[in-house]
C-alpha cells in the first residue's frame, strides 16, 4: 500500500463509530489522524455517501454500503491504496440492502517482495434479540458467513474478516459469562458458530484473541450506561478473523481505549493490529 511500501507492516484497523457523524463530533478525527492506519473499516456508519467522504478527508479510497433504512447499519472499508476489486454484500439477497457486509481485494506485497492478494471485508453482525425475528436474521447471517469464509479461503491468498460481529465467543470475551448466557451476543447457539470459524471445519483464527493470550478481555464495547467503562465490564464483540497465514503474520493488536469515559467517541473502542506479510 502506498504507506505500507516504505514500513515493515500493514495497519488494519476496525471500529464500530455507532454513527460517523457523532464520532466526528466527539472527537474520532484526534485519534485517527496520527495512528497510521493503511486500512479502515467502519461499522454502524449511519451516514450517506457524501458525508462519509466528506468526514473521511483527501487521501482514501472508500468503499460504503449504506443501509437502505435511514440511520440505521452501514458499513465501510477506507484504504489509502485503490483495491483491485470491491463486492458489496455477502451473497444473500435478503442482505442486499442491509448495510452489514463490504469486501475489497489488494494486492500488496509479502516477505520476499512478491505481489500476493488480501481480500478484506467489513462485516457487521446483527445484535439479535432472543425469540424475535432480530435472532432469525443474526442466525440466518452468521450462516451466510460460514459459506463465505471458505470461498475467501479458496479466493485470495490472504483473508480477513474484521467488524463488530456482535458475538462475544467464550466466558474470556465477557465480564459477566454466566449472567448473559440467555441474552443474545452470548448464547451458546451463536458461540457455536465462532467454534466452526475457529475450528477444524473452517480454520480461520482470532487474530486478536491468539495475540493476547488466555486473559479476560481485553474489551472491545462498553454499554454507555451505568460505571461500565470505569469498571471494564465489557465485551469483546469486535474481531480480526483471519486465514492461518495472515493470522500467522499478525505482530500486534491493541484496543485503542479512551483514557477516560466522557473521551469516548464510540462505545466501541477500535481494535488496531499490524501484520507482517
Not at 457486509?101 to 439479535?128: C, K
Not at 495475540?211 to 469486535?238: C, E, H, M, Q
Request: glycine content about 8%; overall charge negative; aromatic content about 10%.
Amino acid at each position: 500500500m502506498s504507506s505500507a511500501l516504505n514500513k515493515d507492516h500493514l495497519r488494519i484497523a476496525s471500529v464500530n463509530v455507532n454513527g460517523l457523524r457523532a464520532a466526528y463530533k466527539n472527537g474520532m478525527a484526534a485519534w485517527l489522524e496520527p495512528r497510521e492506519v493503511d486500512i479502515l473499516c467502519l461499522q454502524e456508519v449511519r451516514a450517506p455517501d457524501a458525508i462519509v467522504r466528506q468526514l473521511l478527508g483527501e487521501g482514501w479510497h472508500i468503499l460504503h454500503a449504506e443501509a437502505e433504512a435511514k440511520g440505521r447499519a452501514g458499513v465501510a472499508i477506507a484504504s489509502r491504496q485503490e483495491p483491485l476489486e470491491t463486492r458489496n454484500g455477502i451473497g444473500d439477497d435478503y442482505f442486499a440492502t442491509a448495510g452489514r457486509w463490504v469486501e475489497a481485494d489488494f494486492r500488496v506485497p509479502d516477505a520476499a517482495g512478491n505481489p500476493v492478494q488480501l481480500t478484506v471485508a467489513s462485516a457487521y453482525v446483527h445484535s439479535g434479540e432472543v425469540g424475535t425475528p432480530k435472532q432469525d436474521d443474526k442466525y440466518r447471517f452468521l450462516d451466510v458467513m460460514s459459506t463465505r469464509l471458505p470461498e475467501l479461503t479458496k479466493h485470495s491468498d490472504h483473508a480477513l474478516v474484521v467488524g463488530d460481529l456482535n458475538v462475544a465467543h467464550t466466558p474470556r470475551d465477557i465480564r459477566n459469562s454466566k449472567g448473559n448466557l440467555k441474552k443474545a451476543g452470548h448464547l451458546p447457539e451463536e458461540r457455536a458458530y465462532f467454534d466452526r470459524f475457529f475450528g477444524e471445519e473452517i480454520g480461520w483464527h482470532d487474530v486478536h484473541r491468539n495475540l493476547a493470550g488466555d486473559v479476560d478481555g481485553p474489551y472491545t464495547w462498553w454499554s454507555w450506561r451505568g460505571k461500565a467503562f470505569d469498571n471494564d465490564t465489557g465485551w469483546r464483540i469486535d474481531y480480526h478473523v483471519a486465514t492461518p497465514g495472515l493470522a500467522a503474520s499478525a505482530i500486534s493488536a491493541v484496543v485503542d481505549r479512551a483514557a477516560t469515559w466522557d473521551t469516548r467517541f464510540s462505545d466501541h473502542a477500535p481494535l488496531v493490529v499490524d501484520y507482517q506479510l
